[in-house]
């Protein structure tokens, strides 16, 4: 009996295969207009590096477009919609180019959405928070359970569900990871930790003190087994939330000065407001003393 290959390393096309509610049948590689091409609605990847697109868009206005996108004809008959390949897309747009190599695919709305998400998944220069995302867009949308998705992706079990569990992290880690701050190393021991407030102070030490992962593990280990107390920042903090900072920002108008407006997460808190002299003092004092009248 052969030996059933891991998907890793057989290529999207044995991927796709794979995938038993998707069925596409390859159409062959055509000239299409660029501007008949609606992108994704379904693309995993949000953010797209304008400087790579203008050099990509430069590479191409100079030698083409040399791998073709993969598109599927609308059913109304007005063009196509991508299947994958939007940096291509927007780059030749860039470049100005009437027409774009593309394979037509048939796909239904489900097999688009599998093969968008795997094609981006297997790209190297995905964020783990992208990965993150794609891999929960599987989970929902395509119905999969984790096990077939670590099949489908050809990842290990574990690899798909430590990469979900980003998605449980505080959003300023999340933003972390996106921008490079952290890497899915530090991440992972971060994630060794469940309070909220826990994870955002060893995020902060993270930053502030350059930390390894391998350091990171070791403060997350030490605070498990309770060898050091979790620090008085890790604790909840006075903090100014955004609902309140349109009422911060009017007392200032209304004092003519620079309130400071604390509130804590169970409701309580002070408002401070400062003076630069027994004369702003007075002032101060005058405009409440208006008030009582």
Known sequence: MAKKQSGLGRGLGALIEDAKPTKEVLKGVDEIAVSAIKPNPYQPRTVFNQEALEELAASIAQIGVIQPITVRALQDGTGYELISGERRWRASKMAGLETIPAYVREANTQGMLEMAIIENIQREDLDPMEVAISFQQLLDECQLTQESLSERVGKKRATVTNYLRLLKLPPEIQIGIREKKLSMGHAKAIMGIDDEPTQLMIFEQVLKYDFSVRKTEDIVRQLKEGH???????????????????????????????????????????????????????????????LEK
Do not use: C, M
């Open 228 to 290: 050091i107390e979790k620090p008085a920042v890790a604790t909840k903090k006075a903090k100014t939330p955004v609902e309140y900072e349109s009422l911060k920002a009017h007392l200032g108008r209304f004092f003519n000065a620079k309130v400071d407006l604390k509130v804590q997460e169970e409701g309580q808190g002070k408002i401070v407001i400062p003076f630069v002299s027994s004369e702003d003092l007075e002032r101060i004092i005058a405009i409440f003393d208006q």
